[in-house]
């Protein structure tokens, strides 16, 4: 599984915030885009479950598309 995810605000701490809960961030250019991806998420059921557990699955600090892994 694999996330795009667009940071809108509060970056620092969103980055932060993503590497504590275990998500490997690859930024696309110099845009607060990431491609995201964690050794432990396989679907997007997994995905969701971790990025509420970080308080982030809801919050209108960044944009996240899900998108699986082929």
């Known amino acids: 599984m694999r996330l795009h995810i667009?940071?809108?605000h509060d970056r620092e701490n969103v980055?932060?915030?993503?590497?504590?809960?275990?998500w490997r961030l690859d930024q696309s250019g110099g845009q607060p885009i990431y491609s995201?991806?964690?050794?432990t998420?396989?679907?997007?059921?997994?995905a969701r479950w971790l990025l509420n557990?970080?308080?982030l699955l809801t919050s209108?600090?960044?944009?996240?598309?899900f998108i699986p892994v082929r």
């Open 53 to 55: 557990e970080s308080g």
């Open 6 to 8: 667009e940071i809108l």
């Open 60 to 65: 209108p600090a960044l944009r996240i598309e």
């Open 36 to 39: 995201a991806r964690h050794p």
């Open 15 to 22: 980055r932060k915030l993503l590497r504590e809960h275990g």
């Open 41 to 46: 998420v396989r679907d997007e059921a997994g």
